[in-house]
């Protein structure tokens, strides 16, 4: 995540899935940002969910007049202020800037667990995803993915976890697939699925106690939403 990305319509999408997570499950959010320097792309730039209004707002509209209210400039933009978002009374956050330095990424998965209470469900934020062979824990763009060491641990001490993924030049039904394979695969027994928007990706690892309460919201809330896919079964086309 990125102070730049705050309020785009990637990022309205986002909160109103963990929104309807929250709500449905009494469990309250525990956001951990993975929160990385602003850079000079245009991305985050997205915004025409404020130009129409009348469009948006009735997907939720407390959350989109506080996002509306924080429409600001690029270089004014900042996660924090989400502590004062009405759907999300009662939320974690982990403000804190994820580094490059391991030593210093050590201490932050050590601060997510400090904070973390026992009933929340834990909300990653990465700039790209989950982490991927090709860069290795000390690598340069490290502090852009979720490593399984961070991962793994949370999950077994009891959270259910949503991340944020991003898609790479590739099928995408295949890769979501490969995706909730290796949820499954590397957290043991956690119900794995995926929500996809227009852009992007959001998996889920779901603790027995709330995997179907999270799927009963997202069905509930989306299923005739145009933005936000949740058919949680997926078939490989056959041209994949």
């Known amino acids: 995540m990125k102070n730049q990305y705050f309020g785009d319509i990637n990022d309205f999408h986002k909160y109103r899935i963990l929104s309807a997570i929250s709500q449905?499950?009494?469990?309250?959010?525990?956001?951990?940002?993975?929160?990385?320097?602003?850079?000079?792309?245009?991305?985050?730039?997205?915004?025409?969910?404020?130009?129409?209004?009348?469009?948006?707002?009735?997907?939720?509209?407390?959350?989109?007049?506080?996002?509306?209210?924080?429409?600001?400039?690029?270089?004014?933009?900042?996660?924090?202020?989400?502590?004062?978002?009405?759907?999300?009374r009662g939320a974690t956050f982990v403000n804190t800037m994820l580094t490059r330095n391991p030593l210093e990424q050590a201490a932050y998965f050590a601060e997510v667990r400090r904070v973390v209470r026992p009933k929340d469900i834990l909300f990653f934020d990465p700039d790209n995803g989950l982490e991927v062979p090709s860069v290795p824990r000390c690598s340069r763009k490290s502090n852009k993915h979720l490593y399984w060491e961070d991962l793994c641990p949370l999950y077994a001490a009891g959270h259910s976890a949503v991340i944020y993924q991003h898609f790479p030049r590739k099928t995408r039904v295949a890769y979501t697939l490969?995706?909730?394979?290796?949820?499954?695969?590397?957290?043991?027994?956690?119900?794995?699925?995926?929500?996809?928007?227009?852009?992007?990706?959001?998996?889920?690892?779901?603790?027995?106690?709330?995997?179907?309460?999270i799927q009963a919201a997202l069905e509930h809330n989306f299923n005739r939403d145009s933005e936000i896919n949740t058919d949680f079964t997926y078939e490989i086309p056959d041209e994949a």
């Not at 400039?73 to 999300?88: C, G, I, K, S, Y």
Request: charged share 25%; net charge neutral.
């Open 24 to 88: 449905q499950t009494g469990s309250h959010i525990c956001f951990v940002w993975m929160l990385t320097e602003n850079d000079e792309s245009n991305e985050g730039g997205k915004r025409h969910h404020f130009k129409y209004p009348d469009q948006w707002r009735s997907n939720n509209r407390d959350l989109f007049d506080f996002l509306e209210k924080h429409n600001i400039p690029l270089d004014q933009r900042n996660v924090t202020v989400m502590r004062h978002a009405p759907e999300f």
């Open 178 to 213: 490969e995706k909730i394979h290796s949820l499954e695969k590397k957290l043991n027994g956690s119900t794995a699925f995926a929500i996809r928007t227009t852009n992007v990706l959001f998996l889920v690892a779901a603790q027995p106690a709330h995997a179907g309460k």
